[in-house]
């Protein structure tokens, strides 16, 4: 397997889970050990039914090999309904005490039928970019 890329694809399901991430050199501190992270996350609905997306699971491990999960409802604060076809799109963050790390997790979704499943987040990278500076 080869390491994760500061983007991923994913499909469980039918619901394909794109990431893209980046890093925020004007939010960063590096001599504070604060490092600052955006990513972007693209849900479509590659399936024939009704999707909702209940909640999340992320795996987050900094350069130390220091593992954090985060686990709650939703995404920004929204549980998006998917019909065939559609896609959701957000951007949210992330803060690490190393200039690299990565992230990977599953968003819990629920179906019209009662059916629940985890769709994959795949790993991807949040690295800070190398500089001769």
């Known amino acids: 397997m080869s ?4 983007s991923s694809s994913a ?3 039918g619901v394909l889970v794109e990431v ?12 504070r050990r604060h490092f600052v992270f955006a990513y972007t996350i693209t849900i479509t609905n590659n399936g024939r039914e009704v999707v909702q997306l209940q909640t999340r699971h992320w ?16 995404v920004v604060g929204e549980q998006p309904v998917l019909s065939p076809g559609e896609s959701f799109r957000y951007s949210s963050g992330a803060v690490l005490p190393t200039e690299r790390g990565t992230m990977h997790g ?8 009662g059916a629940q499943f985890d769709a994959e987040i795949a790993p991807f990278l949040l690295e800070r970019p190398y500089s001769l500076n």
């Open 3 to 6: 390491p994760p890329a500061t």
């Open 11 to 13: 499909e469980t399901n």
């Open 20 to 31: 893209q991430s980046q890093y925020l050199e004007e939010q960063s501190h590096p001599g």
């Open 59 to 74: 795996v987050i491990t900094d350069g130390h090999g220091e593992v954090q999960e985060v686990k709650g409802p939703g």
């Open 106 to 113: 599953t968003y819990q979704m629920h179906r019209a039928d």
